[in-house]
């Protein structure tokens, strides 16, 4: 279950969506959801699928990826389409029973409200598989860094952010091991009640806890070794820097969003 | 004057949480004096506790001394100022390799130090593949840190702080969790840096054949320096060592048991090579 989670999970390549500036696909994506949000029919919402279908097509990544993404969401996915299918009794009635009535206007907003958040969910993590964890913060970093005017401490957000992502892997090993040792030890986590069951994690969670700790400790010192103090004066190996297939991205992207408001026009 | 040089030093721990008084403070050592030359390769053995890792934290500032002066390359680590020089000259292997790497590529946590260093990104690059080259692991350089083996991501870490320069590497039981390859890695690594880079070595271990390859073997015991001298000096006092709970390496056990036994043979022998010779030579 736990290695399911996609976020931060990055697959190596050298396609151009690869090759982008992680600042500018920050922006792309944030244009992407902007045009999710204005689709107001399925039609609109095509254009952000053909858009989304050839950024993955682009970028290489298989398509079973894409499929992974969602699994986590499936329940918010059944969630938001019965309650549209249950709440919205506008238009043509279609099928009643007790107190439930489905009506076409329901079933059209599920599917739309559905496909949407799929849209939302698949080409946000092709942002995540194309990137870099690292090139991502730095690029927050660089996208927040006129914030640092106000004293919003970005580089060591930032800082936190690489760690963290650093250690996922590392910590999920060890709840692994301690798993296993605790069941060595006859832990029961599979059964009984729900209470029993999240109090059997607490064996676990508590040497998770004092390792993660420990480790924290003798990292710090092994960034002070290599002389680490802070973000003041600090250069990165990996400059950002925008080439034209940025702005040629930028385009497309406007491109599409452009068609998205000229089909809300024509279909309202 | 030596490149490391710690005078009178004395050291303790504070810990302000603990209820019992006497705890408070734990004493490490006290007055301690210890020195070593540029470009040797010493190996620092002691049982657990010893102070070993308390004395080696001195060098390179993490540790500063309640008394006495560590003088490391001319600076005093007490002077702020060049803390960061001193850092940069002196870099620091730990034992976990898992808890020194910071990026979630090879290449850039290589690229670490140079980054707070303030190292222009071009030389960065330049020095990054330089250190990946001399350690071995060149080609992984995009790699993920956490798919390497034990031995491999020890030899990225050394490679993080060879990028820095150093004069002088302190390994605080870099070995310690490796299996036997990954520590033959490692150790071949080490001695590739020191006989051809000149690097100073400042070398913890628990393991006596990894000391046996030093040019002087020092002991600590209770927070005291209780031998310095080269190996086989060191190793040729059995009693001794074991008196303090140490072993020595197999071959040297081997002989002066035999040595014990009424055999003449060499009582200086600590690495299987000699042993082997001096045998062959008692039979013919
Ligand atoms: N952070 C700390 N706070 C308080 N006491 C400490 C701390 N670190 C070490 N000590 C104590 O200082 C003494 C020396 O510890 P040190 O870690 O230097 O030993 P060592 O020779 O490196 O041992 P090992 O072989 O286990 O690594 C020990 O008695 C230890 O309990
Ligand atoms: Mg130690």
Redesign the interface.
């Known amino acids: 279950m736990i290695k399911d989670i996609t976020i931060g999970q990055?697959f190596?390549g050298k396609s151009i969506v690869h090759r982008l500036d992680p600042r500018m696909k920050i922006i792309l994506t944030g244009i992407y959801i902007v045009l999710l949000f204005l689709a107001k029919s399925i039609f609109a919402l095509l254009v952000g699928i053909i858009f989304m279908i050839g950024a993955f097509i682009i970028s290489q990544i298989p398509i079973r990826l894409m499929l992974k993404s969602i699994k986590p969401i499936v329940p918010i996915i059944i969630f938001t389409a019965v309650l549209n299918l249950f709440f919205i009794t506008t238009g043509e009635l279609l099928f009643q029973f007790w107190i439930i009535k489905i009506t076409t206007d329901g079933v059209k907003t599920s599917v739309f409200m559905v496909v949407r958040i799929i849209c939302l969910i698949i080409g946000t993590s092709l942002l995540t598989y194309t990137t870099?964890?690292?090139a991502l913060t730095d690029a927050i970093e660089r996208i927040l860094s006129p914030l640092k005017k106000i004293r919003v401490p970005v580089h060591e957000l930032s800082m936190m952010m690489?760690?963290a992502?650093?250690f996922i892997?590392?910590l999920i090993?060890e709840t692994d091991k301690i798993m296993s040792a605790q069941k060595a030890r006859g832990a029961d986590m599979e059964t009984g009640s729900l209470i029993k069951r999240a109090k059997a994690l607490i064996p676990i969670l508590i040497p998770l806890f004092v390792s993660a700790f420990r480790?924290a400790e003798?990292?710090a010192?092994?960034?002070?070794?290599?002389?680490?103090?802070g973000g003041e004066?600090?250069?990165?190996?990996?400059?950002l820097c925008t080439a034209p297939r940025d702005f040629a991205a930028l385009f497309v992207t406007a491109l599409f969003l452009i068609g998205v408001i000229i089909i809300n026009r024509i279909f309202s | 004057m030596s490149f490391l040089y710690a005078r009178n030093i004395t050291f303790s721990y504070i810990n302000d949480f603990d209820e019992n008084e006497s705890a408070k403070k734990t004493t490490v050592f006290r007055n301690l004096n210890f020195a070593v030359e540029r470009g040797e390769f010493v190996a620092v053995l002691g049982h657990n506790g010893s102070g070993k890792s308390t004395l080696v934290k001195c060098f390179n500032g993490i540790n500063i001394p309640e008394e006495g002066d560590v003088i490391v390359n001319g600076y005093n680590t007490k002077d702020e100022e060049h803390l960061l020089d001193i850092r940069q000259s002196v870099g620091m292997v730990f034992q976990n390799p898992d808890n020194q790497i910071v990026a979630t590529i090879v290449e850039e946590d290589v690229a670490f130090a140079l980054e707070n260093m303030g190292v222009e990104p071009k030389e960065i690059r330049r020095r990054v593949d330089d250190a990946l080259k001399t350690v071995g692991m060149y080609e992984y350089r995009e790699h993920a840190p956490h798919k390497l083996s034990g031995g491999q991501k020890q030899r990225v870490a050394i490679a993080g702080i060879l990028a820095m320069r150093p004069s002088c590497i302190l390994l605080d039981e870099p070995t310690a969790m490796l299996d036997p390859n990954g520590r033959k890695e490692v150790l071949k690594t080490i001695k590739m840096l020191n006989k051809e880079f000149g690097v100073t070595i400042v070398l913890i271990t628990h393991y006596m054949d990894e000391a046996a390859q030093a040019e002087r073997v020092v002991v600590m015991d209770s927070g005291e320096i209780v031998m310095n001298d080269t190996p086989k000096k060191v190793f040729s006092r059995v009693e001794e060592l074991k008196n303090i709970g140490l072993d020595v390496p197999q071959v040297t056990e081997l002989t002066h048991m035999l040595i014990d036994e009424g055999v003449s043979i060499d009582s200086e022998i600590i690495t299987e090579d000699e042993c082997v010779e001096a045998i062959r030579a008692l039979f013919n």
């Open positions: 990055f190596p870099s964890p690292i690489t760690i992502l650093r892997p590392t090993e480790r003798e990292l010192m092994a960034m002070e070794c290599r002389c680490y103090h004066g600090r250069t990165r190996l990996k400059q």
